[in-house]
């Protein structure tokens, strides 16, 4: 066992963890932050992406012990101080960008990643950035027009 501590969504917070304790393990299980969703167990879906330091992580691939001291985002970091969703949040509601909403916080976590390093992606780009996220419902039309939304821009796509 071993003590980790981090600061999560501006919180410092800390635990006592086993070695093979994994980040999302940690967020939904000791913090109850359980908006972290847990989809897969091959790295594959991208539901569980959070940001450490910056740089958007798929959380099921990351020990716990790993981002000791570190600065990580979850979904619950996204709504704004006064509880209303921010702006990423509010366009996937508006440009209806969910269905069941099980991929959903990964998705928001990825846009978010997306549009800290470009500002104005193109449908291509926006389409190339999600190949880690995996959403079994949308058809990913609405998510991609709701990124493009939020980066301020049309959303007519290519395809319409
Ligand atoms: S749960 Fe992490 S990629 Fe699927
Ligand atoms: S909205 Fe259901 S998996 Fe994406």
Known sequence: MAEV??????KSVSGTIEGR??????L?????LTGTHIGCDTSQCGACLVHVNGMAVKSC???AAEADGAEVVTIE??????GSLGVIQQAFQDHHGLQCGFCTPGMVM?????????PKPTEA???????????RCTGYHNIVKAILAASGQDVVLAAE
């Open 21 to 26: 304790t994994l980040l999302a393990d940690f």
């Open 77 to 82: 970091g996204m709504a704004n101080a006064d």
């Open 61 to 63: 691939t990351m020990f």
């Open 110 to 118: 990825s846009a978010a990643a997306l549009l800290k390093e470009n």
């Open 125 to 135: 780009e926006v389409r190339e950035y999600l190949e880690g996220n995996i959403c």
């Open 5 to 10: 501590t981090m600061t999560v969504n501006g």
């Open 28 to 32: 939904r299980t000791d913090l109850r």
